[in-house]
């Protein structure tokens, strides 16, 4: 890991980026890695909201994986700001190469580092592996997670 | 019903809403009503960012609800901007009335003109009552919802 880079996507990431997304139970139906117009789109407004921060891991120039990060201030617990974690995703040929647990301690750390008073994740019912990968980095499966597709 | 009018929260706002975050059986152990100060800073927060709608219902000049819609651009699913509802609260005198109801269609239907593709929210385990009633609008219970105190 020693050469291991984490830092904000640019246009030039998103082709490894949408492949990642894609290579996966779920998101093979729904994402489109031939056409990136629509993710160019979501980049430069994700580039331009200071409260998002979309990073990639780098090895050796290599996209390996990627995560977003959103800082979400809120009244509740006294005026606590949570960072909320979305999209992330491990090339397949770096699982189970402790990426993941560097990538998210990077979250963890960087929430803490904005001022957060906590973490927050959904993950699908189905992805039981990542659900005690989570536990064991400290996450507390304390909610349900509900979505409405409009 | 009907005059209510649910509208952006404001300063004076306040105190409506912090009594409602904390006339509840988890969030009477975490707010602080009696000093305002750090909700104060939170509201400039949430007011400066075009991304937020702290939203209070208001009937006969009283609060009687209150939501945080946050809207969440992302990579995944083709560039989807998603909407984040935290902080759902109706006043005690008002629950069973169909409020809760009403708050949530309309975070639906802002969701949907800001052009998001899906809500999304979590509730804790225990708010069972809770689960059936986004369930009954149409929220699919799909996600673990994990969250980390730092």
């Not at 994986?65 to 979400?72: D, K, S």
């Not at 993941?100 to 960087?110: E, H």
């Not at 989570?134 to 409405?148: D, I, M, Q």
């Amino acid at each position: 890991m020693g050469d291991l880079e984490i830092r904000h996507a640019t246009a030039d990431d998103l082709p490894a980026i949408v492949a990642m997304l894609a290579d996966d139970p779920l998101g093979a139906q729904r994402e489109s890695p031939d056409d990136l117009t629509p993710y160019l789109a979501a980049l430069e407004r994700l580039t331009a909201d200071p409260n998002q921060h979309l990073v990639v891991a780098v090895r050796e120039d290599r996209v390996i994986g990627t995560l977003q990060l959103t800082v979400v201030p809120g009244l509740s617990h006294k005026g606590a700001t949570r960072a909320l974690v979305e999209a992330v995703r491990i090339h397949a040929d770096e699982r189970g190469s402790g990426l993941g647990t560097v990538l998210i301690q990077w979250a963890i750390d960087t929430s803490r580092q904005l001022g957060c008073a906590m973490v927050q994740l959904t993950s699908d019912k189905s992805r039981t592996d990542a659900h005690r990968f989570y536990a064991r980095l400290g996450f507390n499966a304390s909610h349900e997670g509900f979505k409405l597709k409009l």
